[in-house]
């Protein structure tokens, strides 16, 4: 940090008069992003501070209405993004003045605080003394915490007032940080003298850099500020090393072989389809964190549906409780899926949501008197998860030949992987669906279900079916009596272009399996979704019937408030509409990287684009992938390659425009391959 922004609890409370104190104390340049109305704010500032114009750097934009940034935008015929807005460059410390309160609207969907988090600089709230300070400002710092911005201190402007001052530190937990009276005439040597008592958690450096002091501006620490989170300001404070270290010293990372892997990153924010570093990179995320995040990171409703909800009831136990959000959530899931997919069980991630379908399709046939449906096909490639019996469906998808020994018994059926412009499409469907004819004629009656993944097998490198495949596998599947379960783990919420790959597919299963982007990428959560059918099956009188299994956060209300402002999200910002518009450019891309040498088997669909890297080792560690994930590291896209399958999975929002920017480095990184 280099600086700080300015905000304000309203409009004309002093923010400029503050911002260019600040610009004494620090020895700062001043900016202000959106000037709007006639008097410029700029120039005040040069007077009262007496900066120079080296030290002034113009707004981004300006306009004459003296209203809010989206109304005098609206009223100029120009469009405002708070992503266009760049801090300027300089070796100095930067006030950046805000335009109006943190609730503002610049633009639709953006409001000032919007602005700010992207930003990243610590914000001061300047605040008028008086009556109706304390609410005021209270709902300021609540609103800029809710959006993990951090909050430096609170300058008082007007009359100087010992009580509220005390209580707003108190019950903000907040430093204030000046109590400046109303300087009349307002001349920059009636100003000047007020720099000197501006208590900041800074100091400045001999070379102009700003240094914080261990003193972190939090007055009152142990004071519970009622229905407030405190936001974990721990995180942002330490310094990166100390970071690292600790991970060094106790961490153990998924997937990681620590031998050979270089250190983590440290991921200190998250903004829409970005990932900041501790290290000052901004990183584009293009594999959605793992395939969870589909709104993008740290969405502010999101956010606020569960700080709200932490702040009422965090947890219950869902055996002999019930609660309101997993109650509506278990509804709006029952609408959203097709077909008579209408009981939720709720557990914690995909590999449980996956354990619950196999044990449920297992005990659902015992229940029936039927204990010798036990056998369990799925396709070859699929991956289900890495608890044991998620690997035993998912056994051929090339993870786990250490663990053969732990696992039961799966049958696998070939899978027809497709891609563009693929001649022999028809005829390997044709061949898969032979096989499966077979099998199921020869174990009909001792089938008791199906697992696959619906379109796109994720983990074993983006290998995609044509729905006619997916349907007539499936119809071929409950035609021999089995239950059928659809992984959705990964297709679901909108992956694939449709909220679920199942409603392309044509049919709905009987089980399905939902995680990653259940709860808009926030928290740990999955689903099985079944029939009535299949939940009669396990009802009646003695306990022996009934389904055994539960996990300690079964249905967490975090979880569960997350999940209904994600999916609420899908018709506010017309996510599905957004994906096609990534899907365009995908196909576009694809297509015309198609025939170059290198390249293999392009294949879209949804937000998923993918591609082999051909020519090169092949297998999970491929070294192309690691190259390709270092080249695009330098040029600010996290990619996570598959062994040689290159992929870019990016959450909705990601614009367009820097999908592209992903297809002009793929094809440099080729280049360099070549
Ligand atoms: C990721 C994934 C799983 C496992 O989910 P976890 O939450 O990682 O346990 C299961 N199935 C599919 C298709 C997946 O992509």
Redesign the pocket.
Known sequence: MNGYFVTGTDTGVGKTVLSALLCRALGADYFKPFQTGQDSDTSEAARLAGLGPERLHPPACVLPAPLAPSQAAELAGVRLDIHQVRLPGTARPLVVEGAGGALVPVAPGQDMAALMARLGLPVLVAARSGLGTINHTLLTLEALRLRGIEVAGVALIGEPDARNRRDIEKLGRVRVVLELPRLDPLTPEALAPWAARLELPVTVRADGALVRSRDDGVVDAAMPAPGLPEPDDRQTRAPGPDVLEMDRRHVWHPFTQAGTAPPPMQALRGQGARLFTADGRELLDMVSS???TCHGHAHPAVVRAVAGQAARLEQALFADFTHEPAARLALALAEALPGGLTRVFFS???????EAALKMAHQYWRNEGRPERRRFAALQG??????VG?MSA?YSSGFYAGFEPLLFPVDHLPFPATWAGDPDADEKESQALAVAENYFAVHAGNVAGVIL?PLV???SGMRMARPGFVKAFSEMARRAGALVVY?????GFGRTGTLFACEQVGFAPDIV?L??GLTAGFL?M?VTVTTEAVYQGFSGQTFDRAFAHGHSFTANPLGCAAALAGLDLFREEGTLARIKALEAVHAQRLLALAGRPGLARPRWRGAIGAVDVTGSGVGYEAAVGRRVKAFFLERGFYVRPLGDVFYLMPPACLAPAELHRAYDTLEDALKTLD
């Open positions: 793992w395939w969870v914690d991630n995909g590999s449980t949501a996956v699929g991956y289900h998860g890495d608890t998620a998912g993944e097998q994720g983990a992984d959705e783990v990964m297709t399996c995680a990653k740990p999955a």
